[in-house]
């Protein structure tokens, strides 16, 4: 889709404030030794007892740019090919890629997961296998190779979800009910909306477990600065389970967020896939926009400016609607197919998030305009922040009216003034 835009005069002189550089104080021990963890956890979580010679084992790989999935995926494999087993990765990743099987292939190439770096096949497909139904007539889908397979490992990282609370979020049983149910496993769980996820999503994901031979799940846990912190194998009855809810907990309480409850604008100099499902984390920015569901108490954002889409995410800026202003490099860039395949999928929870906000010609009238409408008509009192994206959140950058906070919170440290740049 091509898109004209007639938005010369809509320019925006109003000066910026001058910017200061703010560092979060986070702690972060990632683990050094990441194939030696992926092994000791397959050993202790039983797997070998549970793997026949020469038995076909499909490994899920998604489609979030994770810190070391390759690294993990890889150990997998091998440890799998030691055990006597033949293992093979299954794209494992819904709608995404386009929602066809080359573009999810390609998806994983980008993460460094290909044939030759895993060494073992990577089988896709979009055909699923119907497993059974949910009481209520839901159908539960699985991926054709992996249903076909003699075992399952589900791999993935578990972390908040950026459209509903609950014990059980994005993880390992997510990835059972929409990663290997492919497009149709999606829109049956999105189609009801945020319901479809906090009631059937664990269902699902548990006839998944059981009827598709799940073996075992390995969960990643992430710190603050996005590097992995945890790798915890579960047994296939903690999927879903207790086991699963406490790993979320451990994983909230790490993660990044920004250090102020209230500001009048928020830029965001990229938003992505590769960010995020919703291209800004909600749990972030404290926007759902969801029909029906409440928003999040903290923080509050008057006016949020989204400056562009980062390559990686080749066009598709899902969660573009939870910004206010947007300039045009950002609305040119857009791919409105895989987007909109992308929010359809998903029901209400993606409908509004495909919605595209105001459009101003240049990123520097896009900032003037947020200051120019965002409730506070003194320029000097205006609480703004500017981070990369929703990821990287330890170095901020903030306006004047924020210093006084910076000073009497212990956590963040000034670092002295900063530039705009990149306008």
Excluded at 118 to 140: F, K, N, R, W, Y
Excluded at 405 to 417: F, Q, R
Aim: charged share 20%.
């Amino acid at each position: 889709m091509q898109i004209t835009l007639n938005i010369h005069d809509l320019t925006c002189d109003l000066p910026l404030p001058p910017l200061y550089r703010v560092r979060q104080r986070w702690s972060s021990a990632p683990l050094a030794d990441i194939p030696g963890t992926v092994c000791a956890q397959l050993d202790d979580v039983g797997l070998r007892e549970r793997l026949t010679a020469g038995a076909r084992i499909a490994i899920t790989a998604g489609s979030r740019g994770i810190q070391n999935i390759d690294t993990v995926l890889r150990a997998c494999v091998d440890w799998l090919k030691g055990a006597g087993a033949a293992p093979f990765i299954v794209p494992a990743m819904g709608s995404h890629g386009g929602a066809t099987a080359a573009g999810q292939v390609r998806l994983l190439a980008e993460f460094g997961i290909t044939e030759t770096t895993m060494g073992c096949p990577i089988h896709a497909s979009m055909e699923v296998v119907e497993l059974g139904q949910l009481p209520d007539g839901t159908p539960v889908c699985m991926d054709r190779y992996a249903a076909e397979a003699d075992g399952v490992l589900v791999v993935n990282r578990i972390k908040a979800h950026t459209s509903f609370k609950g014990p059980i979020e994005s993880g390992l049983a997510k990835m059972c009910a929409i990663g290997l149910g492919k497009r149709q496993g999606a829109e049956y769980v999105h189609n009801r909306g945020v319901y479809g996820l906090s009631h059937q999503l664990v269902p699902m994901a548990r006839m998944v477990v059981e009827r598709g031979r799940v073996l075992a799940g390995l969960a990643m846990l992430e710190d603050a600065r996005e590097q992995t912190a945890e790798l915890v194998a579960l047994p296939p009855d903690e999927i879903g389970g207790g086991g699963e809810a406490a790993l979320l907990e451990r994983s909230k309480a790490m993660m990044a967020r920004l250090p102020f409850d209230e500001l009048e604008v928020l830029v965001v100099d990229e938003i992505g896939k590769n960010i995020s499902g919703t291209g800004m984390d909600t749990n972030v920015i404290g926007r759902l926009r969801i029909s029906g569901e409440a928003e999040p108490a903290a923080p509050r954002i008057s006016v949020i400016v989204a400056l562009d889409v980062s390559s990686a995410s080749h066009g598709n800026a899902n969660g573009v609607g939870l910004a206010d202003l947007i300039p045009a490099r950002l609305a040119q860039k857009i791919d409105f197919a895989a987007m909109y395949i992308n929010n359809l999928t998903s029901g209400l929870i993606g409908l509004r998030k495909g919605a595209l906000p105001i459009v101003l010609p240049t990123p520097r009238d896009t900032v003037a305009m947020a200051l120019k409408v965002c409730g506070q008509p003194d320029l000097a009192a205006i609480r703004l922040v500017r981070i990369p994206n929703t990821l990287l959140l330890e170095e901020l950058l903030v306006s004047a009216a924020l210093l006084p906070e910076v000073a009497a919170n212990p956590n963040l440290e000034l670092l002295g003034p900063a530039a705009w740049e990149g306008l």
